[in-house]
């Protein structure tokens, strides 16, 4: 099995810097794609950014031009950058990991951005 911690969430002001990390532990092997998503406050999840084994990136529309998806394999960390925060990025984001013939993993509890205007 695999699990992920996420960290770097918080209060942040409007145009500054994000960066969220994802830890992943267990059988890292068996990580096809790993990803970021978030929930902004009563909205549908959305996809933000993934990145694949084989270092292949997808953006999704909350993510294409401002985020920046990006790997430390030797940390088995996956990091999702901005340099500039918008007040509607506010919302909660997930980390996921989609296992070789098992899929995406049980959503966690995610990570609280607020950005402040």
């Known amino acids: 099995q695999v699990q992920l911690v996420e960290s770097g969430g918080g209060l942040v002001q409007a145009g500054g810097p994000l960066r969220l990390s994802c830890v992943a532990s267990?059988?890292?092997?068996?990580?096809?794609?790993m990803g970021w998503w978030r929930q902004p406050t009563g909205k549908q999840r959305e996809l933000v950014a993934l990145?694949?084994?084989?270092?292949?990136?997808q953006y999704g529309d909350s993510g294409q031009g401002r985020f920046t998806i990006s790997r430390d394999n030797a940390k088995n960390t996956v990091y999702l950058e901005t340099n500039t925060l918008k007040p509607e990025d506010t919302g909660v984001y997930y980390c996921?990991?989609?296992?070789?013939?098992?899929?995406?993993?049980?959503w966690g509890q995610g990570t609280q951005v607020i950005v402040s205007s």
């Open positions: 267990g059988s890292i092997s068996s990580i096809n794609v």
């Open positions: 996921n990991a989609a296992l070789r013939d098992l899929g995406y993993l049980p």
């Open positions: 990145i694949t084994s084989g270092g292949s990136i």
